[in-house]
């Protein structure tokens, strides 16, 4: 059962580690003269959003639902079909923002002030886009109702394990600057201009497939 359930979790976990912005704020703000402070507070803000959504569904969730016994089957399959065609839709929208060729790829406005950000602002800000982000709230969501399944030491387990794999394109940058900074500013430098250049693009490739996956799933429950 648990390695049924990691293997149902790993998509969604994926997903959300695949989100371009939040890795350009914390590139952003390990690129910073307070870079020691505001990015592992982000880093700890962007786990605990991952934690607390899947921890709530998996604590309301009943099991028997969650694992389709008593009718909730149908009610989990509509879920997913729902959230798979609204990321499909989402896909699309991506795809419509992407940059014209020669054309400079813009970042939300809020992240100018990334790099001048106190501590307990980094903090909240990792919260709001684990946790308030549409996409990842929905395949924290989704992923919650998988965990509800198990119980006792593979629910911490599978619980732990979601949140490090969904909050790791965050937490290895941090960690490794944090190793190696005077190695570490070149290839972030990189990767951040790589990430904004193609950040539709990525999200559009990344919506697509979760859409795909979860119709699929939706439509298994049927």
């Keep these: 059962m648990f390695g049924q359930i990691v293997g149902e979790i790993l998509p969604q976990a994926i997903g959300i580690a695949l989100s371009p912005i939040p890795i350009i704020a914390a590139i952003l703000m390990l690129l910073s003269p307070r870079a020691r402070r505001t990015a592992p507070a982000f880093a700890v803000g ?60 813009e970042l939300p406005k809020w992240m100018a002030g990334v790099d001048r950000m106190s501590p307990p602002a980094a903090l909240a800000v990792g919260a709001a886009l684990s946790a308030l982000n549409p996409k990842n709230l929905s395949l924290a969501l989704t992923a919650g109702i998988s965990l509800a399944r198990l119980s006792g030491g593979e629910a911490v387990g599978g619980l732990c394990l979601f949140v490090l794999l969904a909050g790791s394109s965050v937490l290895v940058p941090v960690v490794m600057y944090l190793l190696f900074s005077g190695r570490m500013a070149r290839p972030l430098g990189a990767l951040k201009d790589w990430l904004t250049a193609n950040n539709a693009t990525v999200m559009f490739t990344v919506l697509l497939v979760l859409g795909a996956v979860l119709v699929g799933k939706g439509l298994a429950a049927f």
Aim: net charge positive; glycine share 16%; proline share 5%.
């Design 46 to 105: 962007w786990l605990l959003g991952i934690l607390v959504v899947a921890l709530v569904v998996m604590l309301f969730v009943p099991a028997s639902a969650a694992a389709g016994s008593g009718g909730g089957g149908t009610a989990v399959g509509l879920v997913k079909l729902a959230l798979g065609a609204l990321f499909v839709l989402m896909a699309l929208g991506q795809w419509r923002k992407r940059p014209e060729p020669g054309q400079e790829a």
